[in-house]
């Protein structure tokens, strides 16, 4: 079992959608949470990060995590084309110097 | 601030051919880390480095090696590359110990080894 699974894709919505990006993960030692988003032919940039459980909210996304199911999501409201890039969860615990990244889901959004 | 560089931008190498991946950063991070990524598979920890000095092995070390002489500095060398080889490589750094901190990654360098 991978440590960290996340949905491929692709994802295909129109404009104003509300986007569900999920990842799973098995090792209960994950403090951290981090979703990067990646354009294009470019480099990853981190989008939103949790500590612990919870949720966090930054304009239109959102991110919560549920750690009793091992189980993180982010949310986006009112979708643009400007979000179509890929998204990556990432985690990390306490005790490493390593982020463990799940494999990305391509999501587009269409006019 | 330049951020995290990268040079080349894209490679293109022969079979048993040799190169160095360049990386720098201007941000005095301590952690500085090489990834490769391939299509649907994520990024794969190739070589990680908490300070001048110092480095470790990542998930996928083999055929790879690095360096850190310095703090702003972290070149990845490829001997006798290989197909397998072929990827896109970034560098990232963060300031301090990952996860508390964010990583900052560079523009990458695509590589092809035919």
């Known amino acids: 079992q991978k440590e960290v699974e996340q949905d491929p894709g692709p994802l295909s919505v129109p404009e104003g959608a509300i986007v569900s990006l999920n990842c799973t993960y098995s090792?209960?030692?994950?403090?951290?949470f981090m979703w990067y988003r990646q354009y294009s032919r470019k480099g990853p940039e981190l989008l939103m990060y949790t500590y612990s459980s919870g949720n966090k909210e930054d304009g239109r996304f959102t991110a919560q995590v549920d750690k009793s199911s091992k189980y993180i999501s982010l949310f986006i409201r009112d979708s643009q084309p400007s979000d179509s890039a890929t998204y990556l969860c990432a985690m990390s615990s306490y005790n490493t110097d390593k982020l463990i990244f799940g494999t990305g889901t391509r999501l587009q959004v269409f006019p | 601030n330049a951020g995290v560089t990268q040079t080349p931008k894209f490679r293109i190498l022969k079979i048993g051919q040799s190169m160095t991946l360049q990386c720098t950063q201007d941000?005095?991070?301590?952690?500085m880390y090489w990834y490769r990524q391939d299509p649907g598979m994520g990024l794969k920890l190739i070589y990680y480095s908490v300070g001048a000095g110092i480095t470790d092995k990542g998930e996928v070390p083999n055929g790879y090696n690095v360096s850190r002489s310095t703090t702003e500095d972290f070149p990845l060398r490829l001997e006798l590359a290989a197909p397998s080889q072929t990827s896109v490589y970034f560098c990232a750094s963060s300031y301090s110990k990952t996860g508390a901190y964010e990583q900052y990654f560079g523009p990458g360098t695509r590589l092809t080894v035919t």
């Open positions: 090792n209960s030692a994950f403090q951290y």
């Open positions: 941000m005095n991070h301590n952690y």
